[in-house]
């Protein structure tokens, strides 16, 4: 047994490139999963540099200086941050306060429905329709008390916001600004023979930045596209129910299939098994349609391409690590990990196999 631990370590750590490499990762882990709420808006604003960055080397290449094209860019992020939460997050409040106001309408509605099934069907008993309709009422009422909990422990959060929405946008006008000091301190840290680390490095910025930039652009299409096609259909809650569509997009295959639910539900309510609820299920999947189709590929031409298992197996372990962020860069991080595998040193016999 210890000989073939020793074989493996030599096989793939014999190399010290890969030991540095392994150690920066081991590091990097480290930091995030035991400081990762304490530096929250580092972290966050380590992202929207990276993500602006692109813009402000536009700018100057269209013959700007740096510094006014990071307070051009960084001017804009803000008004983007206000736009969101003074725009935004007032509508989806209206219109989420407007379905739990009507939501017990729906759920005599939907007992109703359930209460034909056992005439409708006969393998259904009326006791199985009861039992359901029990679960259902106890499920709503944790749910309001839920939210009831939440409302009364958001207090803290919005303080914490406040100071988000300060800090994060000075530390990404620094970080833009003094980008070549900051970048130039850490490479001082690291030794010189580093190529390796300088390879995998280089895949992960052309495939992150592929891969984020084009990820939001598809949330804006998407959601923009979805929200006019309910609006135009008379759908309630078409700006919430559009929301939802456009961030599903952040969870490949699975999102899709969840997101349907609320809109196919929704219509129901609204139409009952009319015209317009299959003129909206038909534009809905036409939409859905559309977006794997035609904008996945044409915005996502230059990301490596991931088994459809890698990506739910990613979204799942990385969405349990850190959240909603953990989802968000699931297909970046799973990249990374092919990155490594295959630029990781390995024995002439298996470099001979994989030619």
């Not at 210890?2 to 010290?16: A, H, K, Q, T, V």
């Amino acid at each position: 047994m210890l000989s073939i631990l020793e074989n493996w370590y030599r096989r793939y750590f014999s190399d010290p490139q890969a030991v540095f490499l392994t150690f920066i990762l081991i590091i990097g882990f480290t930091i995030v999963l035991t400081m990762g709420d304490m530096l929250t808006p580092v972290l966050a604003a380590i992202v929207i540099a990276y993500l602006l960055e692109g813009v402000v080397r536009y700018m100057e290449k269209q013959g700007s200086k740096r510094i006014i094209a990071v307070a051009v860019v960084t001017l804009l992020f803000v008004a983007f941050l206000f736009f969101l939460l003074f725009g935004m997050v007032p509508l989806l409040s209206i219109q989420i306060t407007q379905l739990i106001k009507e939501l017990p309408n729906y759920l005599n509605q939907g007992q109703q429905a359930l209460l034909q099934l056992p005439q409708q069907y006969s393998f259904i008993s009326e006791k199985q329709v009861l039992d359901l309709s029990e679960t259902i009422n106890k499920e709503i009422a944790m749910l309001g008390q839920n939210i009831l909990a939440i409302s009364i422990s958001s207090i803290p959060g919005l303080i914490t916001l406040a100071v988000y929405l300060i800090l994060v946008p000075l530390l990404v006008f620094f970080f833009l600004k003094d980008k070549t000091i900051i970048l130039g301190w850490f490479s001082g840290l690291l030794p010189k023979d580093r190529a390796l680390a300088s390879e995998v490095w280089i895949e992960m910025d052309q495939q992150l930045g592929n891969y984020v930039r084009g990820k939001f652009w598809e949330i804006l299409i998407v959601g923009v596209v979805t929200y006019i096609c309910f609006a135009v259909l008379g759908l309630k809650y078409a700006i919430l129910l559009a929301v939802l569509v456009g961030l599903s997009v952040l969870i490949p295959y699975l999102g899709a299939a969840v997101v349907t639910i609320p809109v196919v539900v929704v219509a129901y309510f609204q139409w009952d098994w009319g015209t317009n609820f299959i003129v909206l299920t038909v534009a809905y999947l036409i939409i859905q349609a559309l977006d794997g189709n035609l904008l996945v590929p044409l915005l996502f031409s230059e990301v490596v391409n991931l088994h459809p298992v890698a990506i739910i197996v990613s979204v799942l372990f990385f969405g349990g690590l850190w959240g909603f962020w953990g989802v968000f860069f699931a297909i970046p991080l799973a990249t990374l990990v092919k990155a490594l595998i295959t630029s990781w040193p390995r024995s002439p016999s298996e470099e001979h196999l994989i030619e």
